[in-house]
Each structure stands twice: as C-alpha cells, then as structure tokens.
C-alpha cells in the first residue's frame, strides 16, 4: 500500500523520525534550563524512540546536569555557612552517596571554587588599585566599606596606609622593578620586611591579584619594553630606564595612566 508516493513502510520510519526529533529537543531543551527532572522523566518514559548511544548520552548528560545543580545548591548554602572557606564547607556538605556522582559534584564544586577565586581576586585588584591612588582620606573610607579583605589583610592595608607618606628609598624602588613581574611575588611578606614602601605594597598587590583573577600583565610588560627599547637607542644608560619604568609602573595602576605618565617623561627628556 502506498500513500501519496510513499510506502507504509517509509511512513512509518518518516513519523519514528519526527518522535525521535521530537524527544532530542525536549531533552536537550530541559538540559539546557537546567531542569535535569523533566529530563529524566522524558528519557524514562520516551527513550524508547532513540538509539542506544542517544540514551548513553543523554543519560550522561542528565547526571551532569544533576550534578552542577545540586553543586550550586550546595555552594550557596557552604557560601552562607562560612564565607571564608566555602570551598572547605561545600565538601563537608556533600554527602551524595553514590561514588560516581560524588565525584562528578565534587568537580563541580572545586570549579565553583576556582571562579570564586578569581571572582574575589578581581575583587580586591579593583580594592588595591583605588588604595593606590586615592588620598589618604579617601582610602580610609574605601577600607572602612570594603568586604572583600580578610582581618589580616585589611591590618596590613591600615598599617600601608599610616606609613603612606614615608618617602619610598632608592633601595625599596629597585627592588620594586626585580620584582613586579615575578610570579613568586609575595607582596605581604616584602612590606613587612620593609621591601617596598607603603603605596608601592598597593600598586604591587593590584597587580599580584589581578593575575590570580586570570589577568595578564602583558600591557605593563610591552609598555615597559617599548621604554627600554627607545631610551637605549637614546643613549640612556640601564639605571635611568629602570627609573623611568619605575616611575611609570608606580606611578598609576591603569595602563592609560601609565601611557600618559610615560608620554610625559618622554616629552622632558626630548626637550
């Protein structure tokens, strides 16, 4: 028997098709809100129309999708419990009995905690950048609001900020420009050992957390390479291009800033 140009036998693969479609995107829509329930209910109840590597997938997909939603669920609530040390609380939450899926949330959850990470050093690059160049006053104020810095930070950003207007030695600047690039920078331990000065253990720190937040210094490194590589063709000997970059690097925590400070310095030593 044919109907309209087709056998009953292509009719019915045609109408298998649409069913198979039909339930593909029912499941990969539930997926993709998160709503890994309706997933689970459509592939019990109509996996039946796909192949057996679909199911395989979608199976796997489900458990994935489960697995990021009880995470954030257990994030949120590890995030209320101790704020400090979320990541420790969330793993002390977790009591997901099954081995697979416990590890598939435990994954979750030490990537929630490496966003958190950079979220936070984002956080207090942007804290440290405006302690760097506000007056006194003012970076009072910013540390009195902030939320984002431990107790012992937040000591050591008030004890910066007393010895602010100390003058930074020949030695502390030296030290400043051996180390501002270095991945090993602790910036805490250099102003306790009286290192860096005080408004140079900012500058430092914005810089240290902006690369923990996944932020390069590459803007920094070009702009103090293209220094480097116009005072020497000028005849300028290495301990005044270590100045200069010095005074650029210090002398403001965003790279248009620096641009200006550099164009400036240029300027008086083509005069």
């Not at 997933?39 to 192949?51: H, I, P």
């Not at 979320?86 to 977790?94: F, K, M, R, S």
């Not at 306790?192 to 900012?202: N, Q, T």
Request: proline share 1%; aromatic share 8%; with cysteine.
């Amino acid at each position: 028997m044919e109907t309209d140009g087709f056998t009953g036998e292509q009719s019915q693969q045609a109408a298998d098709t649409i069913r198979t479609q039909t339930v593909e995107k029912h499941i990969t829509r539930s997926l993709a809100g998160g709503d890994w329930q309706t997933a689970t209910q459509v592939l019990r109840g109509q996996g039946k129309f796909l192949s057996a590597m679909q199911r395989e997938r979608f199976s796997h997909q489900v458990r994935q999708c489960f697995a990021q939603n009880q995470a954030r669920q257990i994030w949120q609530k590890a995030v209320g419990q101790n704020p400090a040390a979320p990541y420790q609380q969330a793993l002390h939450n977790l009591q997901e009995p099954d081995g697979k899926l416990r590890e598939e949330i435990s994954t979750a959850l030490e990537q929630m905690d490496q966003e958190h990470r950079r979220q936070t050093a984002a956080e207090k690059a942007l804290l440290f950048s405006q302690l760097a160049k506000a007056q006194t006053s003012q970076a009072y104020q910013l540390l009195t609001t902030q939320r984002v810095l431990p107790t012992e930070s937040l000591n050591r950003a008030h004890q910066a900020l007393s010895q602010s207007g100390r003058e930074t030695t020949a030695a502390q600047r030296t030290w400043f420009m051996k180390n501002y690039f270095k991945d090993t920078l602790n910036a805490d331990d250099a102003f306790d050992k009286g290192l860096c000065s005080a408004r140079d253990y900012f500058c430092l720190q914005a810089a240290l957390q902006r690369r923990q937040s996944g932020q390069g210094l590459r803007q920094e490194k070009w702009l103090c390479r293209g220094i480097e590589t116009w005072m020497k063709k000028q005849g300028f000997d290495e301990k005044d291009i270590s100045q200069v970059a010095y005074e650029v690097l210090s002398g403001d925590t965003e790279n248009d800033g620096r641009v200006q400070i550099w164009k400036r310095i240029k300027t008086l030593l083509t005069c």
